[in-house]
T-cell receptor
Framework: KNEVEQSPQNLTAQEGEFITINCSYS?????LHWLQQHPGGGIVSLFM???GKKKHGRLIATINIQEKHSSLHITASHPRDSAVYIC??????????????FGKGTKLSVKP | DTGVSQDPRHKITKRGQNVTFRCDPI?????LYWYRQTLGQGPEFLTY????????KSRLLSDRFSAERPKGSFSTLEIQRTEQGDSAMYLC????????????FGQGTRLTVV
């Protein structure tokens, strides 16, 4: 079982729909990241959070530390939101500091 | 400073050849990470540096792989005697040290071994 699981793996939505991507993890963490990866490979950091909720524009990220679960929401989705969204967790693993464990990503396609 | 930059963006090489990739982190960032991402998978940790010291290496980093960060600024990742299984996107990220801080990623170098 992967230490970071995302669902769904693939998601197709119509423009304007509200989208939710889920991330569950099994390790102790100090922070969770939501990342966006466009075709071509570059990764952009969307959020880093360790508790509660953060909002940036149409994007909202929440985390429940007790349940080891986070969600990324996109309101009023748009075709330019089409990308792979990756959840990654960071913390101390056996003395390691700072490196991230990644989920496999959720491929989002928003149709006009 | 415009962020983390990687060079080259794409590399096609014949099996058995050596390749070297470069990563220039954000200038004030003292941590630098290398990750590898194969098609359809999330990135996997390879190694990281704090300043010039290589503090951790993944078991994925076979003896054909070597990474350096000689002056604590840019880093290079070299793969010797490339194999087809080395074909992947190689991602570099940098961050500040001290607790857990946000990592900033480069555009990646896509390696194809033919």
């Amino acid at each position: 079982k992967n230490e970071v699981e995302q669902s769904p793996q693939n998601l197709t939505a119509q423009e304007g729909e509200f989208i939710t991507i889920n991330c569950s993890y099994s390790v102790g963490i100090s922070a969770l990241h939501w990342l966006q990866q466009h075709p071509g490979g570059g990764i952009v950091s969307l959020f880093m959070l360790s508790s509660g909720k953060k909002k940036h524009g149409r994007l909202i990220a929440t985390i429940n530390i007790q349940e080891k679960h986070s969600s990324l929401h996109i309101t009023a989705s748009h075709p330019r939101d089409s990308a792979v969204y990756i959840c990654a967790v960071g913390g101390n693993y056996g003395g390691s500091q700072g490196n991230l464990i990644f989920g496999k990503g959720t491929k989002l396609s928003v149709k006009p | 400073d415009t962020g983390v930059s990687q060079d080259p963006r794409h590399k096609i090489t014949k099996r058995g050849q050596n390749v070297t990739f470069r990563c220039d982190p954000i200038s004030e960032h003292n941590r630098l990470y290398w990750y590898r991402q194969t098609l359809g998978q999330g990135p996997e940790f390879l190694t990281y540096f704090q300043n010039e010291a290589q503090l951790e290496k993944s078991r994925l980093l076979s003896d054909r792989f070597s990474a350096e960060r000689p002056k604590g600024s840019f880093s290079t990742l070299e793969i010797q005697r490339t194999e087809q299984g080395d074909s992947a996107m190689y991602l570099c990220a940098s961050s500040l040290a001290g607790g857990h801080t946000e990592a900033f990623f480069g555009q990646g170098t896509r390696l194809t071994v033919v």
